[in-house]
Every structure is written in C-alpha cells, then in structure tokens.
C-alpha cells in the first residue's frame, strides 16, 4: 500500500528519491492544476558517487516517459550533470496536472 493513499495535494515535492513502485501513484494525489517537482539521479551518477545501484537510477528521458504516460503537462524538465555540491547526474521535472487556467505566479520574499 502507498504512504498517504487516497490523500490529494496541491504540490508535491520529491528529491533525492525514486522508488519506482510508488512513481506513477504521484499524478494520482495531485488536485487538478497540481504541481510535481521531482528530482532525482540518473545514470552516469556511478561515476561521481552514489546512488550506484541501477534501481534507484532514472534512464535517459525516464521523467519525460514518466510525465507522458500519466498525462502531465511539462512545464520544465532537465537531464544534466552538476558538479555542486558533488559531482551528480540528475534529472529534473516540473509538471502539472489537468490545463492550467492561469499562470503560476512566482513569489519570494526576500
């Protein structure tokens, strides 16, 4: 059973993580115009340091495959090598469910 199953959000945040029988489930707690952040390490980051283990590493394009099969609308996305704060292949998404309306405005407070 999933964590938080049958709970809806806004947003949901994910780093550093990928276990891939909960991945698809995401979409499926998010109300409509929900946001998906997502970033998490890619392979190639065996290279650099661990995670090493190819089951916790996304494939090329896996976010993307990821995003379209659960019908998502990318917003942005990235598979690339940072080297701060350690050497890491990573790919990164954000993505929303449904047709945004409007757009997200962005707010800092500084």
């Known amino acids: 059973m999933v964590p938080l199953t049958g709970s809806i959000f806004s947003s949901i945040i994910v780093t ?44 090329p394009g896996g976010l993307l495959d990821f995003a379209l099969r659960n019908s998502l609308k990318m917003l942005a996305y990235e598979d690339i090598y940072v080297d701060q704060p350690k050497p890491t292949m ?15 405005p962005l707010q800092f407070q500084g």
């Open 90 to 104: 990573v790919q990164r998404l954000c993505a929303v469910t449904g047709h945004l309306k409007q757009r997200i």
């Open 16 to 59: 550093n993580y990928l276990y891939r029988p909960y991945l698809d489930e995401l979409p499926k707690m998010l109300q409509n115009e929900g946001v998906l952040i997502y970033e998490t390490f890619a392979q190639g980051n065996g290279e650099g340091g661990k995670p090493t283990n190819p089951n916790f590493l996304l494939k």
